[in-house]
């Protein structure tokens, strides 16, 4: 059985920061691609982020890029979303998610695991 265990969110004034971290538990995953996708309340869940096996390519949303940083360590099965200069509209609950990429692209339909999902809540 394979589980990510999602940790860290929480709320932030703008312009502050937040690190969402995702544990692998079972077997490893170092071969597969993994990422952070985003859903906030009546919208559909949107890439945000995502690295490839090694984490030496990583792939970020246009919202993201310049802000957040994505790292994963397949020794401590880990992968991070460090999160700075956050907006309210970066408010949504954020999933970690491992699967396939499709070239370039990270979409919900190429996970095959996903975390539990973690709030996080940027107020104005």
């Known amino acids: 059985q394979v589980q990510l265990v999602q940790s860290g969110g929480g709320s932030v004034q703008a312009g502050g920061s937040l690190r969402l971290s995702c544990a692998v538990s079972?077997?490893?995953?170092?071969?597969?691609?993994m990422g952070w996708f985003r859903q906030a309340p009546g919208k559909e869940r949107e890439f945000v982020a995502a690295?490839?096996?090694?984490?030496?390519?990583?792939y970020y949303a246009d919202s993201a890029k310049g802000r957040f940083t994505i790292s994963r360590d397949n020794t401590k099965k880990t992968v991070d979303l460090q999160m700075n200069s956050l907006k309210p509209e970066d408010t949504a609950v954020y999933y970690c998610?491992?699967?396939?990429?499709?070239?370039?692209?990270?979409?919900?339909?190429?996970?095959?695991?996903w975390g539990q999902g973690t709030q996080v809540t940027v107020s104005s």
């Open positions: 690295a490839n096996w090694s984490g030496g390519n990583t």
């Open positions: 079972g077997r490893t995953l170092s071969t597969y691609a």
């Open positions: 998610a491992a699967g396939v990429l499709t070239g370039t692209d990270f979409t919900p339909y190429c996970a095959n695991y």
